[in-house]
């Protein structure tokens, strides 16, 4: 079984949660700073566990004072962050992260379309 395909929530529609994206980002880049694999996995964790249910969001990501918010759909961003703690290796991990950080940094689009193909999952 596919850990990572996301299937659509209740009349087929996929749920958006919004962050803080400054914070989120922050948070993210605290992360990547760890250069130990269990540590690594258990702050994704409480990440996961905070995107989730919504509480207890002791790093303010779900704050919002004049600031950027950012939109993910909330099953896309779990699975992403599942994989970066299903990777076998740091390095996996480590690049997951990076991929997740540039995806909530940056919009990149084509030539012929206006998706941000950095987060492409959610087309």
Do not use: H
């Amino acid at each position: 079984m596919n850990t990572y395909k996301t299937e659509p929530k209740e009349n087929n529609k996929f749920e958006t949660v919004e962050l803080n994206k400054e914070k989120f980002i922050g948070l993210l880049n605290e992360i990547d700073l760890l250069k130990d694999l269990d540590n690594l996995r258990g702050r994704m964790k409480e990440v996961k566990e905070i995107i989730i249910s919504d509480r207890d969001d002791c790093y303010g990501i779900f704050s919002f004072n004049n600031t950027e918010r950012l939109s993910y759909c909330r099953d896309i961003l779990i699975s992403e962050i599942e994989q970066i703690l299903e990777a076998k290796s740091y390095e996996r991990s480590f690049y997951y992260l990076k991929r997740l950080i540039k995806g909530a940094r940056e919009i990149k689009t084509g030539e012929i379309n206006d998706i941000n193909l950095l987060r492409w999952k959610e087309y």
